[in-house]
């Protein structure tokens, strides 16, 4: 299996390219976050709040291991990133049951349907900046 060295990690190309996508996703974050920092007065954040959810096609292991790379140089590069994980919820068609996919390996607990409408978990959002 070929795959590059990116640091101390061995990744395979499939794996550079997820890392690439989240690369990008966090220098989105950071030019949205400076430039709302900019128009507000702030010059120094402390926190950065982002929420993820389970069913999006983000890695939040990745976004954490590429957010050094990305903040740094800029106003953001002493803050902290943390990270709040939404659930994957879903509505089973046939029982009306509210379940999480995730857990439930997209079965209804109750039916066992796998006939479901997403609720909630493909979100990717910037919750709060907390500035200092």
Do not use: W
């Not at 990008?24 to 900019?38: D, G, M």
């Not at 993820?52 to 957010?67: A, D, K, Q």
């Not at 990270?83 to 049951?97: H, S």
């Amino acid at each position: 299996m070929a795959g590059f060295e990116l640091g101390v990690v061995y990744v395979t190309k499939d794996e550079r390219r997820v890392q690439l996508h989240e690369l990008s996703i966090v220098f989105a974050v950071v030019r949205t976050v400076e430039r709302l920092a900019k128009q507000n007065g702030l010059t120094k954040i402390d926190t950065l709040v982002l929420q993820i959810g389970e069913l999006s096609s983000v890695v939040p292991r990745y976004i954490e291991e590429c957010y050094p790379a990305a903040v740094h140089g800029t106003m953001m590069q002493d803050t902290t990133l943390r990270i709040e994980m939404l659930p994957g919820n879903a509505m089973c068609k046939q029982c009306k049951k509210a379940f999480n996919l995730i857990k439930n390996d997209g079965r209804c607990p109750d039916c066992g349907s796998k006939d479901c409408e997403i609720l909630s978990g493909k979100e990717f959002m910037i919750k709060e900046i907390v500035a200092c």
